[in-house]
Structure formats: structure tokens, C-alpha cells
């Protein structure tokens, strides 16, 4: 590899093990393989540049994790919430396995409120994660999603994907299973009802007392 490339895995090698805010100009040249400190303004032009350019290399790997761990979910012949159940085991057991990958990504988050490049790359990738996942639930070519199931479907998965991922990564012990996570979501589907059926509030007379069913 030459310079840039050795300076890209040594800063990625950094984001892993200290983080983004820990990892100095040093640190980073020492894990490269004592490439020299000039390399880095030369290639990047910043600390700051090459930390973003190895995180935005980290979140690219983290879709297509996320991709493989997606693929195939479910046995032939399995019932769409066996799928779905299925689904959650793998994307749980990548947590385990990526622990450090999707670590990568939460550093990314709090990196973009101070980098545009890195905040359009992140809304870039939810994008395409939001429609992939959409597509995936649906059963269909990610061009076969209409926009306004990527806007409610898919961001709701992508919400749940995100929220999982912190309760394993910080308190694994107590986190949601797949199955538990398919009960949860039938626990909130029972609490609202159909789609259509009217809210039990709207059963009021015009000065907001309950409609008297005594006879």
C-alpha cells in the first residue's frame, strides 16, 4: 500500500480502538507503520479530513454488512413473521460480531454535526438504507418502492434498526431477542387497531362527556 492507503487503515485502526476525539495526529502515523506526520496534510489535509474520509470508509463497509447479514433472511417455506424473526437474529448477531463497525457509525453521527461531507454521506446512506429495507420487507426491487412506503415502512425499520443497535451495544444483557421484538410489534399494532377503525375518543357528544351506554 502506498502512504494514503496506510494512512487510511492506520486511522481507521485509531476510530476502533480510541475513538474519534482520542486519536491523535501520533497515533494515527504510528499505526500506519511510522508513515510521517507531513503525509497527513499532504494526502488529506487535516487530522480532522483523514478521521472523516476513514469513518465514511467504515459506514460504506457497515452497509455492506448490513446487506450480507440481510440477505436471505428466513427459511423456504418460513411464515413472513418467521422471516421477520429471522431477519432480527442475523442483524442482532452483527452487533456481536461488528461490535466495532457499528461503533464506527455512532462516531460518524456525532462527527457530522462538525462536517458537511460526512453529514451528506450519512444522509446519503439512509436514504438508500431506508428503501433497501423497504424493499427487502416488501419482497420487491428496491426501484419498485413507491417513495411514500420508503418515507413510512422503511424509516420506521430504519428507527428500530438504530434503536436495537444502541440497547445492544450499551446493555447486551437486557436487550430485545428477535421474537421479542416481533411481540412488541404486534403489542403496538393491538394498541392502535386497524388501519381506518375509529379512536375510542371520538365516541364523545358535543360536550366532550363519554356517549351514555346505560340503557
Known sequence: MGNREDLLAGARR???????????????????????????????????????AALIQAIDEWGTETGRALAGYGAPGS???????????????????????????IEALLQAEHSSELRQHLASGQ????????ALLQGVAEDEVQDATV???GSVQMALLS?????????PEHSPSG?????????????????????????????????????
Open 179 to 215: 421474537a421479542e421484538i416481533l411481540e412488541g410489534l404486534r403489542a403496538i399494532t393491538a394498541a392502535f387497531g386497524p388501519a381506518g377503525e375509529k379512536d375510542p375518543a371520538d365516541a364523545k357528544d358535543p360536550a366532550g362527556s363519554a356517549v351514555d351506554t346505560v340503557g
Open 14 to 52: 485509531c476510530l476502533e480502538e480510541k475513538g474519534w476525539a482520542r486519536t491523535t495526529v501520533r497515533d494515527i502515523t504510528a499505526a500506519a507503520g511510522g508513515v510521517s506526520m507531513a503525509a497527513i496534510g499532504y494526502h488529506f489535509g487535516s487530522r480532522e479530513a483523514l478521521l472523516n
Open 79 to 105: 411464515t413472513p413473521a418467521e422471516q421477520y424473526e429471522a431477519m432480527w437474529a442475523r442483524i442482532i448477531e452483527s452487533f456481536t460480531t461488528h461490535r466495532k463497525l457499528w461503533i464506527a457509525t
Open 151 to 153: 418515507r413510512t415502512l
Open 127 to 134: 436514504r438508500e438504507g431506508r428503501r433497501g429495507l423497504a
Open 163 to 171: 434503536g436495537v443497535m444502541f440497547q445492544w451495544l450499551t446493555d
